[in-house]
């Protein structure tokens, strides 16, 4: 009886265990091996990773870029809802909307005005900077910071100079 006992517990045993270990990547939808990835490079856990997932930055590659421009999950997902795309690109923005403003108050909308006007020539990130930064305007005000910018792309004044001549 004891044999028997002893054998049907090791039987039991073994037969519960898996030859393969657990992916903890699952659950977010990495596979092991982009998890080792994320790892190698020093970064985050699966739960750190759903983040980035759920922000619409699911390769590892991306994930590793998008983090390396200081911006957070939630900030990389306004800048990728707004058009933004690469972290190349965000960095170019990064400066010119972060003056010195909480992260938390820069909407989608904003950041997508911006870049619509961008899109159009009328100004560059730069310009939109130099106001943000040179005035010290609340970077949401949107109209009146595209009026300065405007001037100062097209009529090469300063942000000061644009400001007073368009009386803002």
């Not at 911006?71 to 965000?90: H, N, V, Y």
């Not at 010119?96 to 560059?124: F, M, R």
Request: proline share 5%; charged share 15%; glycine share 6%.
């Amino acid at each position: 009886m004891k044999r028997f006992f002893i054998l049907a517990t090791a039987l039991s045993l073994s037969a519960c265990a898996s030859p393969k270990p657990i992916n903890k990547w699952a659950p977010c939808g990495l596979t092991e091996q982009q998890g080792f990835y994320l790892e190698s490079h020093g970064l985050m856990n699966p739960i750190e990773a759903q983040d980035w997932i759920v922000a619409g930055v699911s390769s590892p590659e991306q994930i590793i870029a998008w983090r390396a421009t200081g911006l957070s999950s939630l900030m990389a997902s306004k800048f990728i809802q707004a058009g933004i795309t690469t972290p190349e690109a965000a960095r170019s923005w990064l400066y010119a909307l972060n003056a010195n403003q909480s992260p938390a108050t820069l909407s989608v909308a904003t950041i997508k005005t911006y870049k619509t006007a961008a899109d159009t020539g009328t100004v560059t990130p730069a310009n939109i900077g130099s106001v943000i930064h040179s005035l010290n305007i609340d970077r949401n005000n949107t109209r009146k910071v595209l009026a300065i910018a405007k001037s100062v792309n097209q009529q090469g004044l300063s942000p000061a100079k644009a400001a007073e001549q368009l009386k803002l």
